[in-house]
């Protein structure tokens, strides 16, 4: 009788365990589908030389590192990895800055809440195409309300997205200005979770605001901070829909990203292999900057 009293528990579990891979079967089926299949088509036709429009008489040929050969000795393309991680650094830096700043404000309000979180997450909510285009309207050297003020001023005006000097500075801006308060909404419901009891600790041993942001506030969230980090860097790595809507990767590629770049000279022409190769390297940097971020918040 003791021996199956013991034993029931083990069968139970593993009926349970196999219950479970049967629930979960059609899921990862999908994922597999859906990420493993064209992850590995990527990589094997980035060895060859496949053209949709010239391999539909003849079949691909296979020819190594010629389509990494050939994009690493593009200079537009290394270019635009420049731009790309010079982009990424600045926009994730001020990103989490602005969105912690915002964060930290809301948090410390004793009424009104509710409402400022609203209204900081509205640029969010807003389509990116939307965003684009409203300020690609308000930045119109003909009729954009910011050269208007600007005249009105008696002060400089640009073309703001063909002016070598302002075009990568405007990208940015936008995409700050828009994605800082995803950061805010995650930092913002990170700092719900922190104790009080350990501020009211802190103001007893003399800390002041500062040191309580140092030594209270940042080490309880370091895990948000580091994810919301990470999170902002893959999606600024995949930069495309802004550049496209309003530089085009211009003026002289001070623009142009790798996705820009990809869509250029692999999609554009149908040149899937040579795409597919700036694919492989893009997904490349972006785990190399990505492990930066894990390494730092597991260590």
């Not at 010079?86 to 009104?112: D, H, P, Y």
Request: hydrophobic content about 50%; glycine content about 6%.
């Amino acid at each position: 009788m003791k021996k199956n009293q013991i034993a029931n528990p083990h069968a139970a579990g593993g009926s349970t365990r196999r219950f479970g891979m049967k629930m979960i079967s059609p899921t990862l089926a999908v994922l597999l589908v859906m990420t493993a299949y064209p992850l590995l088509f990527t990589l094997f036709y980035s060895f060859t030389d496949y053209n949709l429009l010239r391999n539909l008489q003849k079949p691909a040929s296979f020819i190594a590192l010629g389509n990494y050969t050939k994009l690493l000795r593009d200079a537009y393309f290394r270019q635009a990895i420049f731009n790309t991680v010079k982009f990424t650094i600045l926009a994730v830096i001020f990103e989490m800055l602005i969105g912690f700043a915002m964060a930290l404000l809301v948090n410390s309000l004793t009424r009104g809440q509710k409402t400022m979180r609203t209204l900081l997450l509205l640029p969010y909510l807003l389509p990116t195409v939307t965003v684009a285009l409203s300020w690609r309207m308000m930045l119109s050297p003909n009729y954009g309300i910011v050269n208007q003020a600007l005249t009105a001023l008696n002060l400089p005006v640009f073309n703001w997205f063909s002016d070598m000097r302002t075009a990568f500075g405007m990208l940015l801006l936008i995409d700050i200005w828009q994605s800082a308060p995803f950061v805010f909404l995650l930092l913002y419901a990170a700092l719900q979770s922190v104790p009080q009891a350990q501020y009211e600790a802190a103001r007893i041993d003399g800390a002041n605001a500062v040191k309580s942001l140092f030594y209270v506030t940042i080490p309880n969230i370091k895990n948000s901070l580091a994810l919301c980090a990470l999170l902002r860097t893959i999606d600024s790595f995949r930069l495309f829909d802004k550049v496209n809507l309003l530089t085009g990767g211009g003026p002289a590629n001070t623009t142009s990203t790798i996705t820009q770049y990809l869509y250029n000279y692999g999609i554009k022409s149908l040149d899937f292999g040579f795409g597919s190769a700036g694919a492989i390297v893009m997904t490349i940097l972006v785990l190399l900057l990505s492990s930066l971020y894990i390494k730092r918040a597991m260590g």
